[in-house]
């Protein structure tokens, strides 16, 4: 049975993966803009909204900020305002006017970009383009050429491009379907542990004391209770834990060591697929992206294991850019202006703008 990709490239972005330089290529309308010299690209999360306008002249950064602009989390009409509120700070703290940005993308978080991508058309330029944040991860993950961004945050997904710039995703399917090697999989899975140890079905583990006391719950049993109560945990306060985790892994608990293990063997299953469906060959970059790999080679190393059972010569690392500087990188590419913009001056660039701004990269 053929199957299309989940993620198909906007035009303007398809041949970021095709080229050496990813340069001179047209917009989404078709026109070239030779003499870009602003672009902005934005990063929307299910906790934050970072817009970047770079002055490609000036090699100045400017950020703007919003609400949490995933759809699946605050609805569509509200992910859209924390987009405009970010925009056009963005673009406000530039000193210019909408109207003279030349290229734009947004990477917004979420199962249904397209009810974004249509309410953001109705207020915003309808030059401007909107992908899944995956796109935008991969971006940052690749410098936007052919290889793999692995999400790994509060959800987790996977986007590779081969070298003729076919696209696949794999993952990304939310908590309820999906998010396996997520920051949410390690949390809730801890969770589970602790009821197993609880029941005496499963190992004894450190992890139980760590949700009581991270919980402020009296017992295990009571933050079962807690999570099926009127008043649920939200995904993120569930997702929060797994810094936890890493701490009680890094002590060398067994059962939540464990985890990481289980959890790296989850993303290399759809790094697999996502591998064997783009044609990426050789080596290629697998860039690793988001805060569940702050647990570092707890994490990092079992993961590196299983890709390089598939692809040896793949060239694993946790990616060092904030999210917003792939966005950046693709808005550039969506101005015809992809080579004017370094990967490596952009990223001292971007954490000096969010240092100043007391924002720290994901």
């Known amino acids: 049975m053929k199957r299309e990709p989940l993620v198909t490239l906007p035009p303007a972005l398809i041949a970021s993966g095709a080229g050496p330089s990813g ?24 906790t934050k909204t970072l817009a970047a306008v770079l002055d490609l002249r000036e090699q100045t950064l400017h950020l703007g900020h919003g609400g949490s602009s995933n759809p699946d989390a605050v609805g569509a009409h509200a992910a859209t305002d924390s987009l405009v509120k970010a925009t056009d700070e963005a673009i406000g703290r530039a000193g210019i006017a909408r109207e003279q940005l030349d290229a734009a993308v947004l990477a917004i978080a979420g199962t249904d970009t397209d009810a974004v991508a249509a309410h953001v058309r109705e207020r915003c330029p309808g030059t401007w383009v909107v992908v899944n944040d995956v796109v ?18 509060t959800g987790s997904n996977v986007l590779g491009v081969g070298p003729d710039g076919r696209a696949w995703r794999a993952g990304g399917w939310g908590h309820l379907l999906g998010d396996e090697g997520s920051g949410y999989w390690l949390a809730l899975q801890s969770i589970k542990a602790a009821l197993a140890d609880r029941e005496r079905s499963g190992p004894e583990t450190a992890l139980s004391a760590a949700v009581v006391d991270f919980f402020g719950v009296r017992s295990v049993e009571a933050l079962a209770t ?42 290399a299953r759809q790094i697999a697929a996502v591998i064997e469906q783009t044609g990426l060959l050789d080596e290629f970059p697998v860039g690793l992206i988001g805060s569940a790999f702050k647990a570092g080679e707890l ?16 060239r694993v690392a946790v990616v060092e850019m904030a999210p917003v500087g792939g966005c950046v990188l693709l808005a550039a590419l969506a101005g015809g202006r992809r080579e004017s913009v370094d990967s490596v001056e952009l990223r001292p660039l971007l954490d000096n703008a969010l240092a100043r701004e007391g924002v720290f990269r994901e």
């Open 299 to 314: 994490f990092v190393r079992p993961l590196r294991g299983a890709i390089h059972e598939l692809a040896p010569r793949a």
């Open 23 to 46: 340069a001179n290529h047209s917009s989404e309308s078709g026109a070239i803009a030779v003499d870009a010299r602003f672009v902005m690209g934005v990063d929307g999360g299910a």
């Open 136 to 153: 935008g991860a991969w971006a940052a993950a690749t410098d936007a050429r052919p290889g793999v961004g692995v999400i790994s945050g």
């Open 226 to 267: 807690l999570v099926y109560s009127n008043e649920p945990l939200a995904k993120g306060e569930i997702a929060a834990f797994a810094i936890e985790t890493a701490r009680v892994a890094q002590g060398g608990d067994a059962v939540a060591r464990e985890l990481y293990t289980r959890a790296a063997g989850e993303l």
